[in-house]
Nanobody, 122 residues
Framework: VQLQASGGGLVQAGGSLRLSCADYSSINSIYSINSMDWYHQAPGKQRELVAT???????NYADSVKGRFAISRDNTKNTVYLQMNSLKPEDTGVYYC??????????????WGQGTQVTVSS
């Protein structure tokens, strides 16, 4: 599985960004997706789960981003998005996409993208 994250950048507080994470796996991949997630790692802090979308399209968000962020996916492009609105300086950090999958033996596998930097200035 190859995950490529993009869309980060520098934005003023109150602004918006849209992150993308493309899964460039082969169409014949042995892995089936359970869910795709976005994690946020602020400077000097642990990586934290921000948003999840399951293969059925169910979504879940961290309390800190509810009402501001929206996760979505385009199955035709194997891409998951994170629309980030009303950004705050505390949203600054590296955002990683993550994919939880299982194989034909129902073993779970976890894959990470390379991360994309988001900086929100006050």
């Amino acid at each position: 599985v190859q995950l490529q994250a993009s869309g980060g950048g520098l934005v003023q507080a109150g602004g918006s960004l849209r992150l993308s994470c493309a899964d460039y796996s082969s169409i014949n991949s042995i892995y089936s997706i359970n869910s795709m997630d976005w994690y946020h790692q602020a400077p000097g802090k642990q990586r934290e789960l921000v948003a999840t979308i399951t293969s059925a399209g169910l979504t879940n968000y961290a309390d800190s981003v509810k009402g501001r962020f929206a996760i979505s996916r385009d199955n035709t492009k194997n891409t998951v998005y994170l629309q980030m609105n009303s950004l705050k300086p505390e949203d600054t950090g590296v955002y990683y996409c993550h994919e939880d999958t299982h194989d034909m033996l129902n073993r779970n596998w976890s894959f990470w993208g390379q991360g994309t930097q988001v900086t929100v200035s006050s």
